[in-house]
């Protein structure tokens, strides 16, 4: 049974309850500063660690528990008689159970207008020690560092003491945050000190507490993979799969293109990924209409897709929906009606997801290295006509929307599209005229009618040849980031042809 426990946190929720259990099961509580503050005021009884240590704290709280008593009752090999007889002469009692959470660091560097002294001040000393210890000395010592293991601890104490196969779990976790408190220590303090933003800590610190979930197989059924969610997770991995079977590598790949591509659109939507890549893209006042929108842009590449809402998918929708075979289903609501269509399917993977998560540093792995890339958010659509005809009202609407599907589509990205859904898409071709023809030949495949539609363009036309072939499917007007050296051609080409050109100056290139 344990007897002696250090409890320190800054997170005390369910700190209460769970410190009360101790006590009932015996053990004496040492605790510091504002815990043990807490912890009197619910009526649990505490022993100070300055009464345990013989030693007030000093600076301010700066030093409370970084005591070599502390230390050597939480790091003693009890297998060892000589660590015995060290803490029989230090008058001190074994520590089994250290409790520790730190500063909040993060919350603190990441509120607007914070100082530098603030800042460091919440940068933890004695908190990390205490869980690395802990977590060395795991063979007899239990570390909770994360309130959410409170319940199991409290139970298995009660029933006769942690597994040594638990203390090695907490004591991995306990590493891993340690891990991931320094690495936001790296990602968030220079700014606060007048340095240059650490890009790779940024991208990695996120990723150091991750919680890994086996996947039903990689890009292919011969490779293993994960699913690496990061703690307090948002976006699409913070799914909740409400049926259908284990998801592949892929199947969340395509999820994630497209739950990004439906929440840049310009108004609220449907998007059908396939193979990485828009198959169609439609908006409407309802899920159905959308979804109807988006697939008569490409209905035979939708086939074994995945569809993604933001739109309330309802059982009208779910019914059209099931009538193609698709992979996954991802929406922000789908209503009880929905819910039953799709339980005839039941291979069918039906995922609800929140909103995507703030914008991150992008990693990709090459062999022997890492690459990182802020990610490309946002939009400026400040545009600049460069031709002699501006855009129409009507062709501005499209060229929003076929702007925007291009920053989601494979380079060379071709994307033709009227003001409520995209009507031929061309991507991942060495040649962009190529990429022209392709989106004017899927168009044309599926019936669509080209006169007076948009294009958008992910980078800038290299040769006149791309902005003929559009014209001469019917394209009225384009959106392309500029840049060429043969700009002054392509412009002239757009006027000759009776075109409205608009330079973005940004390129959304997705490789």
């Known amino acids: 049974m344990t007897d002696h426990a250090l409890v320190s946190v800054s997170d005390k929720s369910g700190l209460e309850p769970f410190a009360a259990r101790l006590v009932q099961l015996g053990v004496c509580i040492l605790s510091t500063g504002g815990t043990a503050q807490v912890l009197r005021g619910a009526g649990i009884p505490v022993t100070d660690i300055a009464q345990f240590t013989g030693s007030p704290e000093i600076l301010g709280g700066r030093v409370k528990t ?8 939480i790091l003693a090999d009890l297998d060892d ?18 409790v520790v959470n730190l500063y909040p660091f993060p919350a603190t560097a990441s509120r607007a207008g914070v100082s530098a002294a603030e800042v460091i001040e919440n940068i933890d000393i004695g908190g990390p020690s205490l869980l690395r210890a802990a977590a060395k000395n795991h063979r007899h010592v239990t570390v909770v560092a994360d309130p959410a293991d409170y319940e199991s601890v409290a139970t298995a104490l009660s029933t006769g003491g942690t597994s040594l196969a638990e203390r090695r779990r907490l ?30 800590a940024q991208a990695l610190a996120p ?35 409400l049926q259908g079977k284990e998801l592949s590598y892929n199947n969340l790949m395509d999820a994630d293109g497209a739950w990004r591509l439906v929440h840049d659109l310009p108004a609220p939507g449907v998007a059908i990924i396939k193979h990485a890549g828009p198959s169609g893209v439609g908006l409407g006042e309802d899920a159905l209409s959308a979804y109807q929108a988006a697939l008569r842009c490409d209905p035979v590449s939708a086939f074994g897709g995945v569809i993604a809402s933001t739109l309330p998918v309802d059982g009208a929708a779910a019914r059209a929906m099931t009538e193609l075979f698709a992979e996954v289903v991802v929406a922000l609501e789908i209503d009880p009606a929905a819910r039953e269509v799709f339980a005839a399917k039941k291979n069918l993977r039906v995922l609800l997801a929140p909103p995507p998560a703030a914008p991150a540093p992008r990693l990709r792995v090459i062999d022997g290295g890492l690459l990182v890339q802020t990610a490309d ?11 002699r005809r501006a855009p129409t009202p009507e062709e501005e609407r499209a060229l929003t929307l076929a702007w925007r599907v291009a920053k989601h589509t494979p380079s060379n990205a071709i994307v033709l599209a009227s003001g409520q859904a995209t009507l031929g898409v061309g991507g991942g071709q060495p040649s962009r005229v190529d990429s022209c023809r392709i989106a004017v030949a899927k168009a044309r495949t599926a019936g669509l009618e080209l006169a007076g539609s948009a294009a958008g363009s992910d980078a800038f036309f290299p040769f006149p040849d791309g902005v003929e072939v559009l014209a001469e499917a019917g394209i009225t007007a384009i959106a392309q980031p500029g ?16 075109l409205a050109m608009v330079f973005t100056g940004r390129r959304h290139f997705r490789h």
């Open 66 to 73: 970084l005591h070599p008593k502390v230390f050597a009752a």
């Open 81 to 98: 008689p000589s660590h015995q007889q060290t803490l029989a002469e230090l008058g001190v009692p074994p520590i089994s159970l250290v």
């Open 171 to 200: 004591a991995l976790k306990a590493f891993r945050h340690t891990a991931a408190y320094d690495a936001a220590i790296a990602a968030l303090l220079p700014p606060h000190l007048g340095l240059p933003e650490d890009l790779a």
């Open 207 to 241: 990723w150091l507490e991750a919680e890994a979930t086996p996947l039903r197989y990689g890009e292919n059924p011969h490779q293993q993979a994960l699913l690496l969610r990061q703690k307090g997770g948002a976006g699409l991995a913070a799914f909740q799969q």
């Open 377 to 387: 958010a946002g939009w400026d659509e400040t545009w600049r006509v460069v031709t």
């Open 483 to 498: 840049g060429s050296l043969r700009d002054a051609e392509v412009v002239a080409a757009a006027d000759r042809l009776g």
